[in-house]
């Protein structure tokens, strides 16, 4: 027979092994207990935890109706979430909220009612519930495009073989010029339907194995002659890339669109940068960011320093016929055609952008395998290297994103790094003043609040000068956060990023700070 310290041992290790967070409370909502788990999802000590409400684990308005269901079930026994999973919200010590899934069980113990939560985090399934149903809404709307493109073609068809028998069979002076007005109309029909066709997929690609340096040089010279004198159009092609296999005419048309966007969007004048890499997709979080298989890519990427984009507008951009531009003539077909072109050459395409600082599309495109000199065999895949790991030094984790913050928690920590997060500049400046314990700050960019990314790097290097500073920016380039920059240079992670590169730039910059 197993004693009660017997007893007592199994459920704390039970309780301290668990991945999901388990929280113990009495009838009146008091915490009893609470694993590790539980401390690190909502970012409490778990001596901040015990003998505190449960209502310090939910949004406001959550909590001030919990303490009534308690009442209400314990006086009736009506079960509303007791025995019954449900996806609720939590919110955390820093006041954000994040969805949950929560279990609530009930036992008695020596006469007293307890109650056991079990809560698991669902922010990552939640988003990529989102970014699927997403692709999956653009899918949808191609397959209905594709369809309607289809039967407008048999009606164009009609349309312009009855317009020419008209004008074979001897109109008159009058009626030739409604005829070929007419064909020119329906002649933009047809190229109308064409355009929908890329973005439904269904269109004829005809790729090649291409040299994507020798197909963008070639476009951005007639770019040059057509954009205008008072756009700077720079490049950033690696010396080393890898082959694509894709059609050089969509490709040609898809940086145009790209480029012709961005004009509008830099209004008088500005810079655009276009940009060639290799690109490695061999972790989960960087398949996570981009929401594509890992493999080998080559990124194309186009960036402006224009007037940036809504969220709602980047949610919508790749959709037919949704524009920013309509009172310019836009016809919003010009990025859906983009998406269409680079999906069907088992691409995809990334979008980032802030208001008033300019937007950055990424093309990737997949590798096309080198074949060995000898025997025309594909190489055998190399072993991937494990990223240098920390030694539990700290990390200021500084991200307005929440889900990006959370994501580079995880990062960061999984590297064997300890951490510390803040919000936007104006928090992480004041942790530092107040004297939190840091190794290096690892910063976005472009934030809310007094103090951007740049700001808060030169405020660092000025008044705590020991410590590290690496920022991330969703950018290509810095060349569209000109007006950003100080005279100071620092070092600059581009998202997405891999596991590895995180690892090194970390890793460099730490081994500088030890060694004076």
Do not use: W
């Not at 308005?61 to 026994?77: E, N, P, R, S, V």
């Amino acid at each position: 027979m197993v004693d009660t310290a017997t007893d007592v041992a199994i459920l704390h290790a039970i309780m301290e092994v668990a991945v999901d967070a388990m929280v113990v409370s009495d009838q009146t909502g008091k915490i009893l207990r609470a694993n590790a788990a539980a401390a690190r999802m909502f970012q409490f000590d778990l001596t901040e935890m015990l003998g505190q409400s449960v209502n310090m684990l939910m949004p406001e308005a959550l909590g001030m109706l919990h303490d009534g269901f308690m009442a209400h079930h314990i006086k009736t026994g009506e079960k509303r979430i007791i025995d019954i999973g449900r996806d609720v919200e939590g919110q955390r010590k820093d006041g954000s909220v994040f969805p949950l899934h929560l279990s609530v069980g009930h036992s008695q113990v020596e006469g007293t009612r307890i109650f056991i939560g079990i809560l698991h985090d669902l922010t990552n399934r939640k988003a990529t519930e989102e970014a699927l149903a997403r692709s999956q809404r653009l899918d949808a709307i191609g397959k209905m495009t594709g369809g309607i493109a289809h039967d407008f073609n048999n009606l164009l068809t009609v349309i312009v073989g009855n317009l020419e028998l008209l004008e074979m069979r001897g109109a008159d002076e009058h009626q030739m010029p409604l005829i070929k007005d007419a064909l020119e109309s329906a002649e933009m029909g047809a190229d109308l339907t064409t355009r929908l066709m890329v973005f439904a997929r269904r269109s004829n690609l005809k790729p090649v194995r291409s040299d994507l340096r020798e197909l963008c040089a070639k476009t951005l010279t007639l770019l040059k002659r057509t954009i205008g004198a008072t756009y700077r159009i720079k490049t950033d092609f690696a010396a080393e890339l890898d082959m694509v296999m894709i059609d050089p005419v969509q490709l040609q048309s898809a940086l145009m669109n790209l480029a012709l966007n961005a004009r509008d969007a830099m209004g008088a004048g500005g810079e655009l940068l276009v940009s060639i890499a290799n690109v490695t997709i061999d972790d989960s979080y960087m398949a996570q960011e981009t929401d594509i298989q890992p493999g080998n890519y080559v990124r194309l990427s186009v960036s402006d320093d224009g007037a940036g984009m809504s969220l709602e507008a980047q949610r919508r951009a790749f959709e037919p016929f949704f524009t920013t531009k309509a009172e310019n003539g836009g016809t919003g077909l010009g990025l859906a055609m983009v998406y269409g072109f680079v999906r069907q050459s088992g691409g995809h395409v990334t979008l980032y952008s802030e208001l008033g600082l300019g937007s950055s599309f990424g093309l990737y495109f997949p590798a096309v395998e080198h074949e060995t000199e000898a025997d025309g065999v594909y190489p055998k895949a190399v072993k991937r290297q494990e990223p240098p790991r920390g030694n539990g030094e700290t990390i200021l984790i500084v991200e307005d994103n929440e889900r990006v913050r959370k994501l580079s928690i995880e990062r960061i920590r999984d590297l064997g790094f300890a951490t510390l997060h803040a919000e936007n500049g104006d928090r992480a400046y004041e942790m530092l003043k107040a004297g939190a314990d840091v190794d290096l700050v690892f910063s976005d960019l472009v934030m809310p609040g007094t103090l951007n990314g740049y700001d808060l790097a030169a405020k660092i290097a000025a008044e705590f000068p020991k410590l590290k500073v690496l920022l991330t920016s969703g950018y290509a380039s810095d060349v569209i956060t000109g007006d950003l920059a100080h005279d100071i240079h620092f070092d600059i992670l581009h998202k997405p990023y891999r596991q590895s590169e995180l690892a090194q730039r970390l890793q460099a910059l730490l081994a500088g700070s030890a060694d004076g």
